[in-house]
Each structure stands twice: as structure tokens, then as C-alpha cells.
């Protein structure tokens, strides 16, 4: 979709004095919070950047504005704080620094804020003059369709150019030490990224996948056997026929051969250490395991066909397989990234055995840790 961003960061206050201030921090993630602002007897959205910048400056004391982006009821999107300018939109105190959040600011400091104007939750409530408490009826407790049409947009925009992993596309209370339960009880922050997903994916499929040449030049190839004594007899006919070379140190193969084949398991060879061999240039990474027999099958089979790779994982995309890792942020715990990955917090066990290898204790994980997501 024609994503229709107006750029009005120069019209809000105080503009002058912290045009040039700079962020702390790269940008990691992207926070969607609700405004809370609607009209009182339908609950319709209301409200904009203005609004919100001048509520933030003359009710908080802020310089600017809590949110970088707003997205109207009508799906018109407001850019009114530069990205480079950190955006105060997750304080909260963790004097003791026990959470490793940096004092609560590592959310401010590496997430941009995006404001999805309206109230999405049932219940409102509000106190008249004499201190009773009325409900407000609601009749928008999801965001509008055009809303939820450009805020997905923007989302996928600003991670194209930050390169945001999906797992950092966050709801404000999904910000570990914070309590609140904005963006709404009716914004459904699982189906968000189940949306972004299948745009994820929808893109990798379209990518060509990578081109195999009929002929590759030696030197371009590379069989790795980091379990030597179970797999080499099992390869030793395909070595003869294709003549790649072999390697038997992983940590060597990274940015030295544009094909990679890879015989042995997990347990010889991580997920994540294919990834990094794919990040670092291979065109191809191509994993045979299974026991001995099964391999031997498998590359024999390949030598008869004069294939030197399997047909299937040729297609498997990087993007793709980059998705079934996680990267712990502070104040992470299983039952959240659970709950970010599968939409379920009792999934933590799963993520802790495919994890065994690096976790001993399902309470304790540590930020930037990599996790395999099975
Ligand atoms: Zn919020």
C-alpha cells in the first residue's frame, strides 16, 4: 500500500531547542501505545500529534512529545519526532538497576514509538465533578481498519530500515518492568505480528532463491565434518565424485566458501552457527544429518543424480530461518518470548529444551542471548 506519512516534526514545540538532540542507543524496536483520547460518548478516536506533543510538554514537563509517529482513526500517519531524538514514552523507575533495564531506559533509548490514536478497551470510565465514577460506552475497541492498514505499513517500513526483528515489534505493556495495559485490552499485539509475519514471508517467498551454477569452481565449495569419525566413511564416495573441499572447523568456514554443505546434527552444529555462516556471505548452507546410514543414503543418492545439492533446502530462504531465532532483550523471561513466539506462555518449555545446550535454568535468561525457536 502508498504509505502517506506528513512530516510535521518542525510544527510542534519547542522544535527549536531539541531539533539536535541525538538518541542514545541504536533503534532495536518499535512500541505501539494507544492515546487514550476519544470522544467521550462513542469512544471514537481522537486526536493528534498536537494534541498529544502539548499534553506531553505542558501536563509532563517533557521538552517534546512521547511518540515519534501517530496513527489517526482515519489511517492518516503524523511523523512529529525525529527517530534520532530519543522519545520518553516507557518511563518508569528501576532504581536499582535490577532488571538490567539501564535505569528503565533501555526501552526509550532503542525503541521508536508509534501512538495508535483511540482508546481500545471496553471499559472507560470517568470521574464527574462530585467524584462518581461513570462508564463511558465504547464502541471502538479495535483500531479502524484504515488504522490498522498504515500502522502495519509504517511498522514494516521503519524495520526494513532499522532492520527491527519481529519479536521487537512490541505493545507498550509487553515492555518488561512496566505496568500498564496500553495499547488496550482490544489491541491484539500477537495477531500485529502475525500480520507482519506473512508479509515476512509472503516477500521471502518471491525472492529467487539462490542460483546454484551446474558448474562450481573449486575452491567454491566446501563439505563440513565437524564429526569426523561418524560421517567421513559416509561421505567418502561424494568427496571422490565432487571433490569439495573439506573442513572439519566450522568457525574457519564463515566468508571463505559460497557453498556449504554440512553433515552431522545439531548437536555437532547449531542452528545459529549455520546463520552466521549464511550472514557471512554463503550463497548456500545445506545440512544432511540423521545417523550414518541415512547420510550415506542421502550423498550417495546425490553423487548417482550428479547433484551436489538437495533440491528442497535449495529454496529455503535466510529470511526465513532467521525467524526461528530469538534474540533476549532485558527483562526477558521464557514464558514472555513464549508468548511473543507462539502466542502462549506454557510454550516456555518447549524453547527451554531446544535450548538446553546454553540454558540451565529456565528462570535465567541473558539479554543477547540467541535462542533457537523450534
Ligand atoms: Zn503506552
New binding site residues.
Given amino acids: 500500500m502508498e504509505l502517506n506519512i506528513k512530516n510535521i516534526c518542525a510544527e510542534m514545540p519547542n522544535y527549536g531547542i531539541y531539533k539536535d538532540w541525538q538518541r542514545e542507543g541504536e533503534i532495536l524496536g518499535i512500541a505501539i501505545?494507544?492515546s487514550e483520547t476519544v470522544n467521550r460518548a462513542t469512544g471514537a478516536s481522537m486526536g493528534s500529534a498536537l494534541t498529544f506533543f502539548n499534553y506531553h510538554i505542558k501536563g509532563r514537563g517533557l521538552m517534546h512529545g512521547a511518540y515519534h509517529y501517530v496513527v489517526a482513526g482515519s489511517g492518516e500517519i503524523e511523523y512529529a519526532l525525529d527517530e534520532k531524538i530519543t522519545a520518553y514514552?516507557a518511563i518508569f523507575d528501576d532504581p536499582s538497576n535490577s532488571m538490567g533495564l539501564e535505569f528503565g531506559q533501555h526501552w526509550n533509548n532503542h525503541y521508536l514509538a508509534i501512538c495508535v490514536a483511540g482508546w481500545f478497551s471496553e471499559h472507560r470510565t470517568y470521574r464527574d465533578e462530585q467524584g462518581h465514577v461513570h462508564l463511558i460506552p465504547n464502541n471502538y475497541t479495535i483500531p479502524s481498519e484504515a488504522q490498522w492498514e498504515s500502522l502495519v505499513a509504517l511498522i514494516q517500513q521503519l524495520r526494513k530500515k532499522y532492520n527491527i526483528r519481529l519479536e521487537n515489534v512490541r505493545g507498550?505493556r509487553e515492555l518488561a518492568g512496566i505496568h500498564?495495559t496500553?495499547?488496550g485490552h482490544g489491541f491484539d499485539l500477537a495477531e500485529l505480528r502475525a500480520n507482519l509475519r506473512s508479509l515476512d514471508e509472503g516477500k521471502a517467498k518471491s525472492e529467487p532463491s539462490p542460483t546454484v551454477p551446474l558448474e562450481i569452481k573449486p575452491g567454491e565449495h566446501v563439505l563440513l565434518l565437524p564429526d569426523t569419525d561418524k560421517y567421513l566413511d559416509a561421505a567418502m564416495v561424494y568427496i571422490w565424485k565432487f571433490q569439495p573441499d573439506v573442513s572439519f572447523s566450522i568457525d574457519e568456514a564463515r566468508g571463505r566458501w559460497q557453498y556449504v554443505t554440512v553433515v552431522g546434527g545439531q548437536d555437532s552444529i547449531s542452528e545459529s552457527q549455520l546463520a552466521r555462516l549464511r550472514s557471512g556471505g554463503a550463497a548456500l548452507v545445506q545440512r544432511i544429518s540423521g545417523d550414518p546410514a541415512v547420510v550415506q543414503t542421502t550423498l550417495d543418492e546425490l553423487t548417482k543424480s550428479g547433484s551436489r545439492f538437495l533440491k528442497e533446502t535449495v529454496t529455503t530462504s535466510p529470511t526465513l530461518l532467521s525467524e526461528r531465532t530469538y534474540t533476549v532483550q532485558p527483562g526477558d523471561t521464557l514464558s514472555f518470548i513464549a508468548n511473543q513466539m507462539y502466542g502462549n506462555t506454557s510454550q516456555w518449555r518447549v524453547i527451554f529444551e531446544a535450548n538446553r545446550d546454553q540454558l540451565v535454568d529456565p528462570g535465567r535468561v541473558h539479554p543477547g542471548q540467541i535462542l533457537q525457536i523450534p
Fill in positions: 501505545h494507544h514514552h507498550h500498564t496500553c495499547p
